[in-house]
Nanobody, 125 residues
Framework: QAQLVESGGGLVEPGGSLKLSCVAS????????MAWYRQAPGNERELVAD???????RYQDSVKGRFTISRDNGKRMVYLQMSSLKVEDTAVYYC???????????????????WGQGTQVTVSS
């Protein structure tokens, strides 16, 4: 059974930095695209950044240049380094993994994503 556990959230002043971590178990990991989502009160959950097993990363426009997603396949960890934080970055941040299944044609994405429990990030003075 897949399990994603986040850590590293907290309270930080505007302009500050935080690093979120997520450890994954119960999934292949290397083939999985890992992602960070966030959800602020009253808003829908949105994609912040994702990273493929090969290390190709994409970012939401609002975090480009400020956030960096990375992964350590040996440790089954994914990270989100957040810098120059803004009040509007305040949200619950969730770790996400797609569902990769090994088929005769190699690894294929299938329904059945995995989510962590979330970690609160609050940016406030």
């Amino acid at each position: 059974q897949a399990q994603l556990v986040e850590s590293g959230g907290g309270l930080v002043e505007p302009g500050g930095s935080l690093k979120l971590s997520c450890v994954a178990s119960g999934i292949p990991f290397i083939p999985n695209t890992m992602a960070w989502y966030r959800q602020a009160p009253g808003n829908e959950r949105e994609l912040v950044a994702d990273i493929t097993g090969a290390g190709f990363a994409r970012y939401q426009d609002s975090v480009k240049g400020r956030f960096t997603i990375s992964r350590d396949n040996g440790k089954r960890m994914v990270y989100l380094q957040m810098s120059s934080l803004k009040v509007e970055d305040t949200a619950v941040y969730y770790c996400h993994a797609d569902n990769q299944v090994l088929t005769g044609n190699g690894w294929m994405v299938r329904p059945g994503d995995s989510w962590g429990q979330g970690t609160q990030v609050t940016v406030s003075s």
